[in-house]
Antibody, heavy 121, light 108 residues
């Protein structure tokens, strides 16, 4: 059974940093692209970032470019999202999701339960 | 960036009725690169339909998807109590991936 377990969320002040983790199990993690998607309170889904299966290629939404860094450790079956210079607009539940391909992933066939990030002074 | 516009915003229906949800793209996404997700309150989204018309694993056959190019539809033939949720379309033909704003299917 595919499982994705996010951690690392919490409360942080504007300008602060957090690192989210997503521990994967139940599939060959190193074969699939992985994605972060966020959802602000009461709002819709918003794509944040994508990393290819090898970690060689990364892609970001414009609103996080230069502030967030996606990475993965295939030896630990873990996906990461380093978030710097956070602002109130980054307050959201952050989901990691598994793609169905190795390079871009395409559709997202499994999702974690999400981790809440709150940016507030 | 490809913009996806879903309609209606809210659909108020009774169990047993038919639901038709629409997603329109600002440019063509073909048919292979359009997915639908279902999200219930407090839960993560779940893949419902991929490739515009293929049901994901475990999705009952009362759900069907259609469309290509810029216009897509999900139909729920007879609403069950567990189908009342928010539905999102997503395109993955062109980065950034984008989602529609969602259609809420609520009990009338």
């Amino acid at each position: 059974e595919v499982q994705l377990l996010e951690s690392g969320g919490g409360s942080v002040q504007p300008g602060g940093s957090l690192r989210l983790s997503c521990a994967a199990s139940g599939f060959t993690f190193s074969s699939y692209a992985m994605t972060w998607v966020r959802q602000a309170p009461g709002q819709g889904l918003e794509w944040v970032s994508l990393i290819s299966h090898s970690g060689e290629n990364t892609y970001y939404a414009d609103f996080v470019k230069g502030r967030f860094t996606i990475s993965r450790d295939n030896s630990r079956d873990t996906l990461y999202l380093q978030m710097n210079n956070l602002s109130a607009e980054d307050t959201a539940v952050y989901y990691c999701a598994k793609g169905t391909g190795g390079n871009y992933g395409g559709r997202l066939d499994h999702w974690g339960q999400g981790t809440l990030v709150t940016v507030s002074s | 960036e490809i913009v996806l516009t879903q309609s209606p915003g809210t659909l108020s229906l009774s169990p047993g009725e038919r639901a038709t949800l629409s997603c329109r793209a600002s440019q063509s996404v073909g048919s292979d690169y359009l997915a639908w997700y279902q999200q219930k309150p407090g839960q993560a989204p779940r893949l419902l339909i991929y490739g515009a018309s293929s049901r994901a694993t475990g999705i009952p056959d009362r759900f069907s998807g259609s469309g290509s190019g810029t216009d897509f539809t999900v139909t729920i033939s007879r609403l069950e109590p567990e189908d009342f949720a928010v539905y999102y379309c997503q395109q993955h033909v062109d980065l950034p991936w984008t989602f529609g704003q969602g259609t809420k299917v609520e009990i009338k």
